[in-house]
């Protein structure tokens, strides 16, 4: 009968620290909150969205390319000071400095120009 006792509490104390465990993750006070950024890179002079530009979303260590529509997204961003630098073969290198904010909406439009322009 003490070892059923025995067994039973150790099951309960473990299935406790268990709970307590998974509860440390849910605690808003260590949570840190993040937003997302989004863009369009265009040609300066047709208008049309640029495939495959470099995104770099320097500060955060971050990078990505543009879809077929010259759409980029940035996900799991903290709030703050960052710079986009997109990059891209025949346009010039082109630098964005941005602050990342949890209330608003980050939607970034960057037009490219031409080398040979």
């Known amino acids: ?10 099951l ?6 268990n709970l307590y465990a998974e509860g440390e993750g849910k605690d808003s006070k260590n ?6 950024i989004e863009g369009t890179i265009l040609d300066n002079e047709t208008g049309e969205g640029l495939v495959g530009v ?4 320097e500060g955060a260590q971050k990078s990505t390319y543009t879809d ?6 940035f996900d799991s961003v903290v709030p703050g000071n960052y710079s986009i630098t997109a990059n891209y073969v025949s346009y010039k290198k082109h630098n964005l400095n941005l602050k990342v904010d949890l209330e608003k909406r980050n939607s ?10």
């Not at 009968?1 to 150790?10: C, D, G, R």
């Not at 309960?12 to 620290?17: C, P, V």
């Not at 470099?54 to 979303?57: A, P, W």
Request: hydrophobic share 50%; net charge positive; proline share 0%.
């Open 1 to 10: 009968m003490k070892k059923i006792l025995l067994i039973f509490v150790s």
């Open 12 to 17: 309960s104390l473990i299935a406790a620290a």
């Open 31 to 36: 949570a840190v909150m993040t937003t997302s």
């Open 54 to 57: 470099e995104v770099k979303l």
């Open 68 to 73: 077929f529509d010259g759409n980029f997204t």
């Open 108 to 117: 970034y439009q960057i037009k490219l120009e031409s080398l040979n322009q």
